[in-house]
């Protein structure tokens, strides 16, 4: 089992906090540089990075090239309930057996189809995610809890078959290019802008931006008549097309065999029949990031297994839980989806305005009243944000540490969404110096409440899927959770929140699934007195 080998997060407390030196931000350097693959890592950190890479590693399709007619077919494929009319309690577990097949209908011989999975009963608005495993011959087990009781169906779907997941894991390594950043520099009424990225092929002279303090890598190449310098802002510079051989985009087809639903050979429901005795024992568990289901949605609100989860449906109560805090979110759009529910629910949360550009920001909101200040930051390149000015442009390991912390101070992250088109050791690395700098604000203030939101699905089309597809969010989001495991933090599910909810996957959850966020965010901020 790798789980077990994986390095705890805790264990990093100790680990010294090595400033690396490095040449001053507007050097000028001439040989190509690409950041991840010039990481010096410690002994542990070598360690631990080779049990997250051995932990996230995908089945591989036997070895030559899979014509399409050989690959995964969702129509031709199907799942079956094992004993579906054997009875059924609340907690006790439901195992589907999935059957891949080919366009020809036959059985598939090896596995790595990436699946998703969730067990619903709509008119209860309840819904829970399902724990897929790959018996890696064409056969796949899905692993249910049944959580509530009444009619309970399974639904299965094909995000991608292996063949697709080939292509996908060949782009992440061999084209971290295919979505391109640039840069602005002014210096008067003259500007320019270049490109920039994590890496740059050689050849041209290049501006080394790479942060001096947490070694964070980041180039533009450098402006024609203006110093490195005189940089003014970032932005995302677009989207490389034609990517794929012919052959390859027929794995990527909308109706075809990107989340396309795999239908049941026979029943595709049970009855579940509640327990004899409620059993509150099961709220005892520690929090753990790595165990599912972490929760389920009843009444289209999530119930976490780990935690009693407050809803705060009146805004007063927000207002009372929040009162005297300062509230930093830190992250991309899907957190920002945070600072904009709270500012509009929240009436006396006014947005002071700070000028920032629309959806980029920063962000702030106060309650002059209740004396509540809510931030939210964008986290530092690579970010597909329109325009962000270089002065804006920081890392939250940087900001962290500018932070005193205590019990009236409340930190949110999420971070991973921006990395998706690169290899994972780029994602490990801006969360070993976000790790790091969690631990020192702890260490100076464990009475600070810090929570982290995961990664959530999100709608995918044969275009998005190269650049953020569920599956790459699947494999970045795995990482994270081992890494902060064992660590006192807390979780926000919204991974599981959005494949359990009945509404169609989006990149922005749909605000009833922000609420659900908020809700669970504000339950660690303000635990119930039991």
């Known amino acids: 089992n790798l789980d077990d080998d994986t390095v705890s997060g805790s264990s990093w407390i100790t680990e010294n906090n090595v400033q690396h030196t490095l040449s001053q931000t ?13 990481q010096t890592l410690s002994k542990r950190e070598q360690a631990e990075q080779e049990s997250l890479l051995a932990a996230i590693e995908w089945p591989k399709p036997p070895d030559g090239k899979i014509a399409f007619e050989q690959s995964t077919d969702p129509t031709h494929s199907d799942f079956v309930i094992v004993k579906p009319s054997r009875f059924f309690k609340v907690g006790d577990q439901l195992e589907v057996l999935v059957r891949m097949k080919d366009f020809q209908g036959k059985p598939k011989q090896y596995g790595g189809d990436y699946l998703q999975a969730r067990i619903h009963s709509p008119e209860l608005k309840a819904g829970a995610a399902g724990r897929v495993v790959d018996c890696q011959n064409g056969l796949y087990k899905v692993f249910f809890t049944l959580l509530w009781p009444g009619e309970v169906k399974v639904s299965v779907s094909l995000v991608h078959p ?103 050979s026979g029943p595709d429901s049970v009855i579940v029949k509640p327990k004899a005795f409620t059993d509150s024992s099961s709220m005892d568990r520690a929090e753990d990031p790595t165990v599912s289901p972490s929760g389920y949605y009843y009444e289209d609100q999530w119930r976490s297994r780990t935690h009693w989860i407050h809803n705060f449906n009146k805004s007063d109560d927000i207002t009372e839980c929040l009162q005297g805090k300062v509230i930093h979110l830190f992250g991309d759009s899907t957190i920002r989806q945070w600072f904009e529910y709270l500012t509009a629910f929240v009436p006396d949360l006014v947005e002071f305005d700070l000028g920032s550009p629309k959806n980029v920001g920063p962000f702030m909101s106060v309650d002059l009243k209740h004396n509540i200040l809510l931030k939210f930051r964008c986290h530092g390149p690579p970010i597909r944000f329109s325009t962000v000015f270089s002065s804006e442009l920081r890392y939250i390991a940087n900001e962290l540490n500018s932070i005193v912390g205590g019990r009236n101070t409340v930190i949110a992250i999420t971070i991973w969404s921006h990395f998706s088109t690169f290899p994972v050791q780029v994602y490990m690395r801006r969360l070993r110096n976000i790790r790091r700098a969690v631990l020192q604000l702890l260490d100076r203030s464990p009475r600070t409440a810090v929570v982290i939101r995961t990664a959530n699905v999100q709608e995918l089309g044969p275009e998005v899927s190269l650049f953020n597809s569920d599956w790459y969010s699947f494999q970045l989001d795995s990482v994270m959770r081992r890494m902060f495991s064992g660590i006192p933090v807390h979780f926000v599910d919204a991974w599981e929140m959005s494949v359990a909810h009945y509404l169609p996957h989006n990149l922005h959850p749909n605000e009833i699934i922000v609420k659900n966020q908020i809700d669970a965010f504000l339950s660690y901020v303000c635990p119930l007195q039991t």
């Open 26 to 38: 507007t050097k000028t350097t001439r040989k190509p540089y690409c950041g991840y693959t010039q």
């Open 162 to 264: 292996s063949e697709a997941i080939q292509v996908l894991l060949r782009l992440r390594e061999e084209r971290p290019d295919r979505v391109y950043f640039k840069s602005s520099f002014k210096s008067g009424r003259y500007s320019e802008t270049t490109e920039c990225n994590v890496c740059l092929p050689g050849g041209l002279p290049v501006c080394n931006f790479t942060d001096l303090y947490t070694g964070e890598p980041w180039f533009c190449y450098k402006p024609r008549k203006l110093s490195c310098a005189s940089r003014i802002s970032h932005a995302k510079g677009g989207y490389l097309k034609g990517l794929l051989t012919q052959e390859e985009s027929l794995f990527f087809q909308s109706d075809v065999n990107i989340k396309r639903p795999i239908l049941s």
